[in-house]
């Protein structure tokens, strides 16, 4: 069983900048497609950017388009998610996981703990 462990959340101000950071405990994911998804309060959790196992493919929710950008590093083994121009409508809980085109948010069995980003304001 995969744990995902997802950091680099906390509080900014509207306008400002994070890095989320996802590692796995108990596997590897240097050949897997992987994604960042996020819960609001109240609200579905949903896809917020998705890239192929080697990088060479992005997308993004049209809400964050231009404003954030996904990335793996396969030698570390770690996904980001660079936060620019950040807004208080972003605020809520982030989780990585797989990627598959073919499942919908509720199809997927595993997830982390996630991290909060709260963009105040």
């Known amino acids: 069983q995969v744990q995902w462990i997802e950091s680099g959340g906390g509080l900014v101000q509207p306008g400002g900048s994070l890095r989320l950071s996802c590692a796995a405990s108990?596997?590897?994911?240097?050949?897997?497609?992987m994604a960042w998804f996020r819960q609001a309060p109240g609200k579905e959790r949903e896809l917020v950017a998705a890239?192929?196992?080697?990088?060479?493919?992005?997308d993004y929710a049209a809400s964050v388009q231009g404003r954030f950008t996904i990335s793996k590093d396969n030698a570390e083994d770690t996904l980001y998610l660079q936060m620019d121009s950040l807004k208080p409508e972003d605020t809520a809980v982030y989780y990585c996981n797989l990627y598959y085109t073919s499942y919908q948010v509720d199809d997927y069995e595993y997830w982390g703990q996630g991290t909060q980003v709260t963009v105040s304001a």
């Open positions: 890239i192929s196992w080697n990088g060479g493919r992005t």
């Open positions: 108990g596997g590897t994911f240097v050949e897997d497609s």
